[in-house]
C-alpha cells in the first residue's frame, strides 16, 4: 500500500469517526456523556485536519473552487427557504 492510499484511508476513517461522535453528542442522554463525545469529536477533527493538510500540501487532495454561479444559486434558494418558513 502506498503512502497516498493510507493517508486516503486514514482520511476517509477519521471522517468516519467524526460522524459517529457527532451522533453520540447528539443522542446523549447525560451532560458527562454527552462532554466525552464532544471532546472525541474534537479530537477527531483536529486529527482529520492534520491528515487533510498533510495530503494537501503533497498535492494528494485537490480542492475544486466552486463556481460563483451555483454560490449564488445555493444562497437564492436558502433566502427563499427562510423567507417561506419567516
Known sequence: M???TLMQDLLNTHKGLCDLYLH???ESGTQN???T???GLQDALSMQNQIYSQM???GW???TPAEQ???EQT???FSMQAQQQG
Do not use: E, L, W
Open 2 to 4: 502506498d503512502d497516498k
Open 24 to 26: 453520540g453528542a447528539i
Open 33 to 35: 456523556v454527552h462532554c
Open 37 to 39: 463525545f464532544t471532546q
Open 56 to 58: 494537501s500540501q503533497r
Open 61 to 63: 487532495y485537490q480542492m
Open 69 to 71: 454561479n451555483k454560490i
Open 75 to 77: 444562497k437564492q434558494k
